[in-house]
């Protein structure tokens, strides 16, 4: 997921409605006549890109399993483009819709923006290699989930709908929940409960394809050697159990408003 700006301020709002404009600015949790609201606010301190992986490969000691110089394998040019063979970088980070290398903690560049973007980790650093270190890494990772490219694509593709249109649901519960009238709460309720159900899939395929491939911190080229290749989760997959916490806790308001209100 791609941010503009500095920092990212994400509000997940869950308002059935309520009689004035104060209960509107109510604390937390505020049961007053037939409203119930849960608020959460989370600040992101982040340049512009959310990950759901971080990925570091400043460590990669494909040298040693063959003892041969590397040359020519990293960059350290962060306007080159992705994907052309000029050089791996030292960070990659995976997002919903494109991913991004960096050379340093802060100098990289980032792929085109593309929906349901399938998350495809080996395919991204082996198009930066040059044509013989991407043949010696594919001797290295064969058989891992690391490199099933096609395993990883189809559910991160998966995986990015169940978190769309759970996003959808959840957008429209909010705005069914703010007219005063029992039916349109029930249908709050339905949506809220099916926008819980959806992002919980979608984040929990997100966690099982970052768990499956951190597999790879552990693999050694060769005797003694490990690869040194870190994978770790990102921020992107705790905002995602956090939306389905706060989806699944604001059920309850939703539910005894149904049960409630007689408007």
Same mark, same amino acid.
């Given at each position: ?28 949790? #505020? ?5 119930? =609201? ?63 290398? !960096? ?47 096609? !395993? ?64 790879? #911190? ?43 209100? =007689?408007?």
């Amino acid at each position: 997921m791609y941010v503009r700006g500095r920092s990212l301020m994400v509000t997940i709002l869950s308002t059935p409605a309520g009689r004035t404009n104060q209960h509107l600015i109510s604390p937390l949790w #505020n049961f007053h006549g037939n409203s119930q =609201r849960l608020r959460l606010w989370v600040k992101i301190l982040t340049r512009r890109f959310i990950a759901l992986l971080t990925s570091t490969f400043s460590s990669y000691a494909l040298y040693q399993a063959f003892q041969d110089p590397i040359q020519g394998l990293y960059t350290d040019d962060a306007s080159l483009p992705l994907g052309q063979g000029l050089g791996l970088r030292q960070e990659y980070k995976f997002g919903l819709y494109s991913y991004c290398a !960096y050379v340093n903690g802060s100098a990289g560049s980032c792929s085109n923006h593309t929906v349901a973007s399938r998350f495809e980790p080996y395919s991204a650093i082996t198009a930066d290699m040059l044509q013989n270190y991407s043949q010696y890494s594919d001797y290295i990772f064969v058989d891992t989930t690391f490199k099933n490219s096609s !395993y990883l694509g189809y559910n991160s593709h998966v995986a990015y709908y169940f978190l769309l249109f759970g996003t959808l649901f959840a957008f429209l519960s909010l705005l069914t929940g703010v007219l005063r009238h029992t039916f349109l709460f029930f249908i709050s309720a339905a949506l809220a409960i099916l926008s819980t159900i959806f992002i919980l899939i979608g984040a929990a395929i997100w966690t099982s394809l970052v768990k499956k491939a951190e597999g790879v #911190n552990t693999l050694q080229i060769s005797s003694g050697v490990p690869d040194g290749i870190s994978m770790s989760y990102g921020t992107g997959i705790y905002l995602s159990w956090a939306a389905f916490a706060c989806l699944a806790a604001s059920i309850v308001p939703y539910l005894i408003s149904c049960c409630t209100y =007689r408007g």
